[in-house]
Every structure is written in structure tokens, then in C-alpha cells.
């Protein structure tokens, strides 16, 4: 998720006045298509842990309080994602509550992907923060950190029968991770190729058969999305599956959605999956800590409503099947107003949650009767 929005280095900027777009790319989405299938149906769950300790209900649509992952699976999902840091002060996300939580999500016949953050705090565009162990470290020590720390996670759910079917090696890294060593600066991706090339040679050598993501919140821009993975390209960088965050208040329409994912498809011919998207089911909030995304019709002409919401998500999962995605995962949508699951790991009890009204659960944790995922 991406909590603080940058704005482009005036560098790239003048990169990017120099790409045209083709004009026959700049259309709407195709009408729907028997002939592609999302097959990676998928939620981020990484809060849910958290929630439930703390007494959370979730209740599907009959009004029946059950099992979260299973009212998820009655909907459609078949895939999720859960967040590891490196240390969080608060001890939720950590290796020891992924580990935990593997075990419950392949218990239920789900599918599962790490997202690597490399942090001990959230990372995504505007911040990518080192953990405060390899603080120090310069981009060789930094090597052998993600290295062994993605072999060790890896190979500790292998070891309990909860391979990784998917890792992701960074969030949201549109201008690098682990910075500032990691960071691409002057256009020059040859720290940022080093992270991501120990990150791909571990998952592999712990399990061959996971797929390695390179994740970027670059939905917004085909031009940003070219200059990003055309960098780590040149450097010779691997990766089975290309990400992407969507988020309409931030990353535009969903022409310009369909457009972007059918660029990056075919211009590296390897699968697209988008990571993350959700819409708000209201414009309220339910705690003191302001929302993410406010407003009563934030983009898309779809009101903050469970019909607004379900509505977006038919159509954000229909413009990337057209488009010959693979999959969809909306981000955190268990994530409700659950007093001490706040957003900050360093004052989890003081701090309120700013996602409460973009989940699929309501403030007393009832679902969304019309959400639904739809390969």
C-alpha cells in the first residue's frame, strides 16, 4: 500500500517528457473476453492476525460469524499475501506471525505469496527505509542481507510444509529499495539490480518452483513503468511475474490501467498481476486517525457505498483480465476499525486505522454482500 504519495525526481520527469506514447495504445478497455482468466484471485490479509487476537468477528453475508479466510474463499479468493518485516517494534509481520499464519492459509487450500518489504515499517514509493540492523550496511553487506534473510524465510516455511508460491523482492520499489544504497539515482539501476538479483537467487535456491515478483506502484504510467523495468532489464535482472499497485485516486483511469498492463506484458513477456487495489464502501471514519482516502466519490464515478465498492473491484478485475492479467489481490480488505491494530508497528495500540473504510468488512465486521472475485 502506498500511505504517502511522492512526486517523480525532476530527473525522471525530464526522462519521461521524452517518451511518446503510442497513439493506438491510448484506448479504453476491449470488451470482456471468454479466452483470458485471472487465476491468481487474491487478498492481503497481513493485518488479519493482529485482528482476531484482539477479538475481531467477521460475519459473511447470511449474517453467520465464521473464519475470515473462509468467508474469502466463499467469494472467490484462492491466493494470499501477507507482509514480512524484518523487525517491526510491535512484533506483527514479523518471521515468527508469517510463519504461524502459512500454516492456517495452506491449511485452507489457499495459495500463498511473501511480500518482502525489507524494512521493520511499511515501504512503497515514498519511503523505503533499511531496518535498523543493517542500517550500517553498505550495498555489498546489503547483498548478502536480503540474500540471506529471503533464503531464511524461505526455507523456514519450506521446512513446515508452507512453501512460498510467490515472493515479491520489495514493495512498491518505483525507485528502489533499502535506500539510500538501493536507491536508482541519475537513471542508474545498478545497486537497486544487485538487491533484486540476491533476492532472486535465494528464493530459487530455496524453491525453484516459486515465482519471483518485481513489484512497483506503476499503474499510473506506461512511462513509468517502461523506465523502471527497462532499467532493471539492462541490468539483467530475473523475475517470473510483473507487479503492479492500482489504485484509481492515485493511478488514473482504467484505460490508462488497461493500457499500462498490456505494454508491460508483452514488452517482457512475463505475467501481470496487480497486487493491490481496494475502494472505500463509505466516505465516514470510524476512529481518529484520518483516513487514507476520503471523500464520498473519490474516482472512477462510483460513491463510497458496498455497491460502489463491489462495483470498482468487477471492474478494476474485468479491465486486467481484458488486458491479459493473470490476477488481482485487493489489499487488506479485513482490515476494519479494530481498536490496538493501528496502522503505526511502532504504536500499534496508539494509533488508529487509516484503512477502516476501503475494507470489505464493515465496523461490526459484517462483508460486503456483493464483493466477489471472478477469474
Known amino acids: 500500500m502506498t500511505r504517502h504519495r511522492s512526486r517523480p525526481h525532476a530527473w525522471i520527469a525530464a526522462f519521461l517528457a521524452l517518451v511518446a506514447l503510442p497513439a493506438a495504445l491510448l484506448v479504453p ?39 475470515p479466510l473462509d468467508i474469502l474463499k466463499g467469494l472467490g479468493v484462492n491466493y494470499v499475501r501477507l507482509r514480512v518485516w524484518n523487525n517491526p517494534a510491535s512484533g506483527w509481520n514479523n518471521k515468527a506471525r508469517v510463519l504461524a499464519y502459512a500454516r492456517t492459509v495452506k491449511a ?32 555489498g553487506q546489503l547483498q548478502t542481507d536480503v540474500y540471506n534473510y529471503t533464503y531464511d524465510v524461505c526455507a523456514s516455511l519450506k521446512a513446515q510444509g508452507t512453501t512460498p508460491d510467490s515472493v515479491q523482492i520489495g514493495n512498491e520499489i518505483n525507485v528502489g529499495m533499502l535506500w539510500n544504497d538501493g536507491k536508482v539515482v541519475n537513471n542508474d ?45 539492462a541490468k539483467g535482472v530475473q523475475w517470473d511475474l510483473t507487479a503492479l499497485s492500482y489504485y484509481c485516486m492515485w493511478h488514473g483511469s482504467l484505460a490508462n490501467l488497461y493500457n499500462v498492463i498490456t505494454d508491460v506484458r508483452t514488452r517482457y513477456g512475463r505475467p ?9 464502501f463509505t466516505a465516514a471514519n470510524a476512529d481518529g486517525e484520518p483516513n487514507a482516502i476520503n471523500g464520498g466519490e473519490p474516482c472512477a464515478g462510483h460513491p463510497a457505498s458496498w455497491s460502489g465498492q463491489a462495483t470498482e473491484f468487477s471492474w478494476v478485475q474485468n479491465t486486467a483480465r481484458d488486458a491479459g492479467a493473470v490476477g488481482v489481490f485487493y489489499w487488506e480488505p479485513t482490515w476494519y476499525a479494530v481498536p490496538g491494530n493501528g496502522w503505526d508497528p511502532a504504536n500499534i495500540n496508539g494509533t488508529g486505522n487509516q484503512w477502516d473504510n476501503m475494507a470489505i468488512f464493515n465496523w461490526t465486521g459484517q462483508v460486503n454482500p456483493g464483493i466477489r472475485w471472478t477469474p
Open 272 to 280: 501481470v498481476v496487480l497486487t493491490e487495489t481496494a475502494y472505500p
Open 108 to 139: 485452507k487450500g489457499l495459495k500463498l505469496m511473501i511480500d518482502f518489504h525489507y524494512s521493520d515499517t511499511w515501504a512503497d514509493p515514498g519511503k523505503q527505509y533499511k531496518p535498523a540492523a543493517w542500517a550500517s550496511h553498505g550495498i
Open 29 to 67: 478497455p476491449a470488451p470482456a473476453s471468454a479466452a483470458n482468466t485471472l487465476t491468481m484471485l487474491g487478498a492481503d490479509v497481513s493485518s488479519v492476525q493482529r485482528s482476531l487476537d484482539l477479538g475481531a468477528r467477521y460475519y459473511d453475508a447470511a449474517g453467520t460469524a465464521r473464519d
Open 189 to 233: 539501476f545498478t545497486n537497486l539490480s544487485l538487491l533484486l538479483k540476491a533476492g532472486y537467487q535465494a528464493t530459487k535456491q530455496c524453491n525453484g518452483g516459486t515465482q519471483v515478483i518485481v513489484h512497483t506502484a506503476n499503474a499510473d504510467s506506461m512511462a513509468n513503468a517502461r523506465w523502471f523495468y527497462d532499467g532493471i532489464r
